[in-house]
C-alpha cells in the first residue's frame, strides 16, 4: 500500500491514474499537458495515453522543442467495433478449401493484414 492508502497493484488505481489524466487533459485545454507533469502522476503515462486513446479520446502531441512534448485533448470519437488480425484472417482463409504460402501472403496483403512478431528471451 502507498502512503496515500491505495493498493498500487489493484485496476481501480490504474483508473483512478487514467481518470486523473483525463481530467489534466480536460482542464488544460488548449494548452496541453507537458510530458515533465504528466510524469509526476505516472512514470507510465504512454499507457494511460494508449488506453484513452483506444476509448475514444483524440488527442494530440505537440513538440515544444528541447524534450518537451505537450498533449493535447482535441476530442472524442465512439470506437468503432474492433476485429482483431487473428479472427478476420480465420474468416478470410476458411473461405478456401486449401491455401497455399503464396495465397496466404496475398490475402495479408490485399486485406492489410500484418502480424508483428515478439522477440522471446
Do not use: W
Not at 9 to 21: E, M
Not at 23 to 36: R, T
Not at 43 to 56: A, P, Q, T, Y
Amino acid at each position: 500500500m502507498s502512503s496515500d492508502g491505495l493498493n498500487k497493484t489493484g485496476s481501480s488505481y490504474g483508473i483512478l491514474k487514467k481518470n486523473l489524466v483525463l481530467d489534466m487533459l480536460k482542464k488544460a485545454g488548449k494548452e496541453g499537458v507537458k510530458n515533465s507533469e504528466l510524469l509526476k502522476v505516472a512514470l507510465r503515462f504512454s499507457g494511460i495515453l494508449h488506453s484513452l486513446r483506444k476509448d475514444g479520446h483524440i488527442i494530440e502531441l505537440v513538440e515544444k522543442g528541447q524534450g518537451q512534448i505537450s498533449y493535447v485533448l482535441v476530442g472524442f470519437e465512439e470506437p468503432g467495433h474492433h476485429v482483431s488480425a487473428y479472427e478476420r484472417l480465420f474468416d478470410l482463409v476458411a473461405e478456401h478449401d486449401k491455401i497455399s504460402t503464396s495465397q496466404l501472403l496475398s490475402i495479408l496483403k490485399q486485406n492489410n493484414i500484418c502480424f508483428k512478431r515478439k522477440a522471446i528471451r
